[in-house]
T-cell receptor
Framework: ETGVTQTPRHLVMGMTNKKSLKCEQH?????MYWYKQSAKKPLELMFV???????ENNSVPSRFSPECPNSSHLFLHLHTLQPEDSALYLC????????????FGSGTQLSVL | QQPVQSPQAVILREGEDAVINCSSS?????VHWYRQKHGEAPVFLMI?????EQKGHEKISASFNEKKQQSSLYLTASQLSYSGTYFC??????????????FGKGTHLIIQP
């Protein structure tokens, strides 16, 4: 148990569906992140939030839309995804925006049909 | 700015040593090391913030050569529990470390009895 909880653990969706991934951290951290992990590529940084403000968008397609309502919660809204978006989506948090170790959630395994 | 890891994979007998390297083409603010077991989230091992810094964790240690912009992870007298994929993550000096971690492709380590 890392203190970072992600739901759901598994998600299957069609290309026309809209779904959301949820991440919650109970560590009092101020920075939260979304990473994508697929078999063909390493851990890819998608979004960075520091104190609820988005500070990094790593050229992610607009079909992925993050939301950070407070420093404990992070969402990733998904719509009109492509099969190549199937991957493990990992949420992480750290105490601050730099030099802090990441605590990862267990991830959401997403399959797009 | 993705760091380059080598080797891609290592197969060892229990008790043998291994070295995993991570290098960057840009000046680094920090280097992190994580281990991920199959089906689990990456787990933090250590962080190196200064050039020449060495840190240790049980029989796993790491060094950071600031001039060469590279880090090495040393696993001595390997145990079966060390099996997994090792990732280095780097924060760039240009971003003050606030741009989030960029990970290498990982090194698959298999320890055989």
């Amino acid at each position: 148990e890392t203190g970072v909880t992600q739901t759901p653990r598994h998600l299957v969706m069609g290309m026309t569906n809209k779904k959301s991934l949820k991440c919650e951290q109970h560590l009092g951290h101020n920075a939260m992140y979304w990473y994508k992990q697929s078999a063909k590529k390493p851990l890819e940084l998608m979004f960075v939030y520091n104190f609820k403000e988005q500070t990094e968008n790593n050229s992610v397609p607009s079909r992925f839309s993050p939301e950070c309502p407070n420093s404990s919660h992070l969402f990733l809204h998904l719509h009109t995804l492509q099969p190549e978006d199937s991957a493990l989506y990992l949420c992480a948090s750290s105490r601050g925006p730099s030099g802090g170790k990441l605590f990862f959630g267990s991830g959401t395994q997403l399959s797009v049909l | 700015q993705q760091p380059v890891q080598s080797p891609q994979a290592v197969i060892l007998r229990e008790g043998e040593d291994a070295v995993i390297n991570c290098s960057s083409s840009k000046a680094l603010y920090s280097v992190h090391w994580y281990r991920q077991k199959h089906g689990e989230a990456p787990v933090f091992l250590m962080i190196l913030l200064k050039g020449g810094e060495q840190k240790g964790h049980e029989k796993i240690s790491a060094s950071f050569n600031e001039k060469k912009q590279q880090s090495s992870l040393y696993l001595t007298a390997s145990q079966l529990s060390y099996s997994g994929t090792y990732f280095c993550g780097t924060e760039l000096l240009s971003g003050g470390g606030a741009d989030g971690l960029t990970f290498g492709k990982g090194t698959h380590l298999i320890i055989q009895p």
